[in-house]
């Protein structure tokens, strides 16, 4: 089956430890992307992927890391976490991030940083 | 950062009824698109749009690009219930980068 999978779906921290959310395609897909949603936001991207080692900040990339060893996998690295960024986070890809028909959403992640 | 401002914030609809809803933005954008998202899940595209003045339709969803290619329309004719979430545009401008608008929260009164 087609998917993108996050991990974990539901996180708890503390401000300043280092977490990593986990996001993995399995469709071959050139393009990946990191966004934030917020209540009255709605979404926000924080990097996105062109291909493997091609990354570029989206609107919002500050406190956020990202990096694509594997077309696979888009790794969101928070080095030091805040309170401003508890947050529901969603991967995403697409063939080539050019035609929209086919991009996909993973379920979010669900971050509380206390 | 940039964001699309998209109106209503929400609505309260019957049954049957026909839903409007508008986005717009201060830049040009080469393409538009309209998403759902259900309780708990990611968002799924409906529509996308590539050409100004465009209308595409998908069932009950029509949408439109705006002339100006700094707006777009979406209309949900005869609501059903499962027609409630939350509907996001978003505006592609060729570089990649997705601009999407605050959301319309929909719900449907049986």
């Known amino acids: 089956e087609a998917q993108v999978t996050q991990n974990p779906r539901y996180l708890i921290t503390v401000t300043g430890k280092k977490l990593t959310v986990t996001c993995s395609q399995n469709?071959?897909?050139?393009?990946m992307s990191w966004y934030r949603q917020d209540p009255g936001l709605g979404l926000r991207q924080i990097y996105y992927?062109?291909?493997?080692?091609?990354?570029d900040k989206g609107d919002v990339p500050e406190g956020y890391k990202v990096s694509r060893k594997e077309k696979r996998n888009f790794p969101l690295i928070l080095e030091s976490p805040s309170p401003n960024q508890t947050s529901l986070y969603f991967c995403?890809?697409?063939?080539?991030?050019?035609?929209?028909?086919?991009?996909?959403f993973g379920p979010g992640t669900r971050l509380l940083v206390l | 950062g940039q964001q699309l401002n998209q109106s209503p914030q929400s609505m309260f609809i019957q049954e049957g009824e026909d839903v409007s809803m508008n986005c717009t933005s201060s830049?040009?954008?080469?393409?538009w698109l309209w998403y759902k998202q259900d309780p708990g899940e990611g968002p799924v595209l409906l529509i996308a749009?590539?050409?100004?003045?465009e209308l595409t339709s998908n069932g009950r969803l029509t949408a439109q690009f705006g002339i100006t290619r700094k707006d777009s329309f979406l209309n949900i004719s005869a609501s059903i219930p499962s027609d409630v979430g939350i509907y996001f545009c978003?505006?592609?401008?060729?570089?990649?980068?997705?601009?999407f608008g605050t959301g319309t929260r929909l719900k449907v009164l049986a």
């Open positions: 469709m071959n897909h050139e393009y």
């Open positions: 992927s062109m291909n493997v080692e091609a990354t």
């Open positions: 749009l590539y050409k100004a003045g």
């Open positions: 978003a505006g592609l401008s060729g570089t990649y980068k997705y601009i």
């Open positions: 830049s040009i954008f080469n393409t």
């Open positions: 995403a890809s697409s063939p080539d991030g050019l035609r929209e028909e086919t991009q996909y």
